[in-house]
């Protein structure tokens, strides 16, 4: 399968099972914007609830945020974006299109239609809204394009609130949006998406060692989420291509079906935005340390993770093919921590109401270890596999004839199936609850 194929199949499969939908669709679509369906909806929660308990409620210190998208202008002219969060533009004198200036081969032919290229002009990505009744300038709001800035506006409240002890870390999950020339890539590069964010308080003198640790984190997060070691890559930013913020970035890239690219970013930010928002707000933003009666301006460490790279670097190392014969099976290889259904249940036949009501009680037993254990009782079981396989659930649980006691020694048992390799083995139901306790915990 080459990488452009690949890519197909996911965007196809994400539309057709109800992962992933394109924006605005009945009305033509609307560039660099998706929707997430009814299986996607739950891939993002069980991916965002994982990096909560792993990036805030399994540690001590860390605290949560959830602050508002729409914020003071000041806030990005005081953090730089106002000024420089912009990316290289040029338009092509003949048909009009525009791309990013960094992206193109030549500088001087239109990609699209040989025309001449104009000069590269810098384009600010934020998206520009007013807030109220009056459209003129002292009504500009920004969407935030990153989620960092609500956090470190509110450090002072975190502080006031909670009285945390150095150091400690805001996370906060939310939505971003970047205007982007040339959104591409499905939900790689959109215009609208999601980032899992921490900025990460500490002494000045400690920051190595907080890095370190994010850095170490972020491994172990890839691979709960099940992406295989060797597709996640560690890049050293160099200097002159680092954000204007940061001392030392790490991007985690991963094997992207197009090219290996970003996925997650890992930066020292300094003192830079809480020195930045302390100058232009006026008020104080430096923490008062009460053994050392010290008083400075944490450095931050931000490990930061865009929810939908996270969702398409899943569903590219999950998305197999088996072909036997000539019929092939897709299935996703989902880790059932994520998967969105962790088993579902079926009676072999749906026209015999005992084996309807055994498969209805065994799935009702089932709900009690997890409430996403999906029924199917539609065609064959064969196909009803397959249907599963397609969507990643990890078991299929099916009551047959030896359920209800047809042979005696089977009274009680089912058979569960395996997605991976399709192997079925016949377990009591309380054997299966076991296996599916310890596959999502
Ligand atoms: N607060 C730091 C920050 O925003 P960034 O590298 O610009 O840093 C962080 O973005 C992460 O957000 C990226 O690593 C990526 O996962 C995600 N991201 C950034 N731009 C994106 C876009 N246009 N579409 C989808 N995800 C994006």
């Known amino acids: 399968m080459n990488d452009q194929s690949l890519m197909e199949k996911i965007v196809s499969l994400c539309k057709r099972r109800g992962f992933v939908f394109p924006g605005s669709e009945i009305y033509g679509g609307l560039a660099g914007t998706f929707d997430y369906g009814p299986l996607g909806v ?30 003071n202008a000041k806030v990005w002219e005081a953090s730089g974006h106002v ?37 590269v002009r810098q384009f600010n990505m934020m998206f520009k809204t007013h807030a109220g009744a009056t459209e003129d300038d002292s009504a500009v ?10 956090i470190f506006t509110n450090f002072k409240n975190v502080v006031d609130a909670i009285h945390p002890k150095l150091p400690f870390g805001i996370a906060q999950i939310g939505k971003a949006f970047r205007n982007e020339i040339a959104p591409r890539d499905f939900v790689f590069r959109s215009r609208e998406f999601s980032q899992m964010e921490v900025e990460y308080f500490v002494k000045p003198a400690d920051w190595e060692r907080a890095f370190e640790e994010w850095r170490t984190r972020m491994h172990l997060f890839a691979k709960e ?24 970035t790490i991007d985690f890239q991963f094997d992207f079906p197009s090219k290996c690219d970003e996925l997650w970013g890992l930066a020292y930010r300094t003192d830079f935005d809480l020195s930045a928002h302390a100058v232009a707000s006026g008020n104080e933003l430096s923490y008062l340390d009460e053994e050392t009666k010290e008083k400075f301006i944490p450095h931050v460490i931000e490990p930061s993770l ?14 197999k093919e088996d072909t036997m014969g000539d019929e092939t ?22 026209n015999k109401p005992e084996l309807v009501e055994k498969a209805r009680e065994v799935r009702a037993a089932l709900k009690k270890i997890h409430p996403a254990i999906a ?35 089977l009274k009680d048992t089912v058979t569960l199936r395996h997605r991976d390799s399709g192997e079925q083995e016949r377990l009591t139901v309380a054997e299966v609850a076991s296996r599916i306790r310890a596959a999502i915990e």
């Open 375 to 409: 029924w199917d009782d539609n065609g064959n079981i064969g196909k009803r596999y397959r249907r599963q396989d397609e969507i990643g659930t990890p078991f299929c649980i099916t009551v047959d004839f030896d359920t209800l006691g047809e042979t005696p020694n």
């Open 329 to 350: 099976r897709t299935y996703l290889a989902l880790s059932p921590k994520i998967a969105p259904v962790k088993a579902m249940v079926s009676p072999l036949l749906k």
């Open 141 to 150: 709001v920004y969407l935030r394009p990153e989620t960092a800035g609500g």
């Open 42 to 71: 739950v891939l993002k929660e069980n991916i965002e609830n994982l990096w909560l308990r792993m990036f805030r409620d399994d540690r001590d210190d860390m605290y949560g945020v959830d602050a508002a998208i729409l914020m």
């Open 306 to 319: 865009g929810v939908d790279r996270t969702i398409l670097a899943v569903l590219t190392s999950a998305y």
């Open 83 to 119: 000024a420089g969060f912009s990316d290289p533009l040029v338009e092509c004198g003949k048909c009009k299109k525009r791309f990013r200036a960094d992206q193109l081969d030549s500088k001087e032919a239109c990609p699209e239609c040989k025309g001449a290229l104009g000069d």
């Open 225 to 248: 989420i099940g992406l295989p070691q060797n597709t996640v890559h560690e890049f050293e930013v160099p200097d002159g291509d680092r954000a204007h913020y940061s001392k030392r």
